[in-house]
């Protein structure tokens, strides 16, 4: 049965990575094309840094991803707060579906609902455009990450500020958001993925001045992919295995701290 189990999570390991590593290989191919393995080369790379259009794409898609992931998390936090703090079981279950709508649509019709509506402001599209609507379909997820958990938070917590006489802005800068932390951190990351990500909505409120790097690799790999493109997802990948080995390092780290100061009270 072990060796089944083994197998099977082999194939299916296999099925994740291998696109990847035939995309990382074929980046230092000298050919032009993924056809044939030619000879070991950076070419591709440094057509990469002389690609000065693609680079700012880059630049662009990350500025916009950061600033969408952080105005999100903001109104994400504040729309938790809301929907937590909601007496009425009907208001509370309300916002919530709400909440969802965004989630389980399907992209194509939320990137067209938001072409319409940018159209009826008479908004040109462009940084802006694409900049309000990351920050629509990113709040639903960060609203998703920071409730669960404000539920698990002990409300005593709140119950003893409130006695010692903090007021309501001390409660909520130095109880609740310290407790609800690693829900908005997760909340910020995963807006942050899914603005990276994101092509369907991007596509529908983007303007001829401005494109994201997922709009942009659309386009070229309608003319043939190019080896590029494979140069880029190589560099992005490693700076995404960077990212992980040093988170993993840092929760091992604060995992040892508390372990060492659960021992020092025992």
Same mark, same amino acid.
């Given at each position: 049965?072990?060796?089944? %189990? ?13 696109? $990847? ?16 393995? %030619? ?29 969408? !992931? ?45 072409? $319409? ?62 407790? $609800?932390? !690693?829900? $908005? ?9 899914? !603005? ?54 840092? !929760? ?15």
């Amino acid at each position: 049965m072990k060796i089944i %189990e083994r197998a099977w999570l082999t194939f299916a390991f296999f099925l994740l990575y291998a696109p $990847i590593l035939f995309l990382v290989v074929y980046s230092f191919n000298g050919g032009e094309t993924m056809q044939a393995f %030619e000879s070991f080369s950076f070419v591709h790379y440094q057509e990469l840094w002389e690609d000065t259009r693609l680079l700012e794409i880059v630049l662009d898609t990350l500025i916009l991803a950061l600033a969408s !992931s952080l105005i999100a998390t903001v109104v994400g936090t504040i729309g938790a707060l809301a929907i937590f703090r909601a007496q009425r079981k009907l208001l509370k279950e309300t916002l919530l579906g709400l909440n969802n709508v965004l989630l389980v649509s399907p992209d194509v019709i939320i990137g067209a609902a938001f072409l $319409i509506l940018m159209t009826a402001l008479g908004l040109k599209l462009g940084f802006l455009t694409v900049l309000l609507a990351h920050v629509a379909f990113s709040i639903p997820i960060v609203v998703l990450m920071v409730l669960p958990k404000l539920q698990e938070m002990n409300r005593d917590l709140v119950l003893a500020a409130q006695d010692l006489g903090a007021k309501p802005t001390e409660v909520l800068t130095k109880v609740t958001l310290p407790v $609800i932390s !690693s829900g $908005i951190v997760a909340g910020f990351f995963m807006a942050l993925t899914y !603005s990276l990500d994101d092509f369907a909505v991007t596509f529908f409120v983007t303007g001829n001045g401005f494109s994201t790097l997922a709009v942009e690799v659309y386009s070229r790999a309608r003319q043939g992919v190019s080896l590029e493109i494979n140069a880029l997802s190589t560099l992005m990948l490693f700076v995404a295995f960077v990212l992980v080995l040093g988170y993993y390092a840092y !929760s091992q780290k604060q995992k040892g701290k508390k372990t060492k100061l659960k021992e020092k009270v025992k």
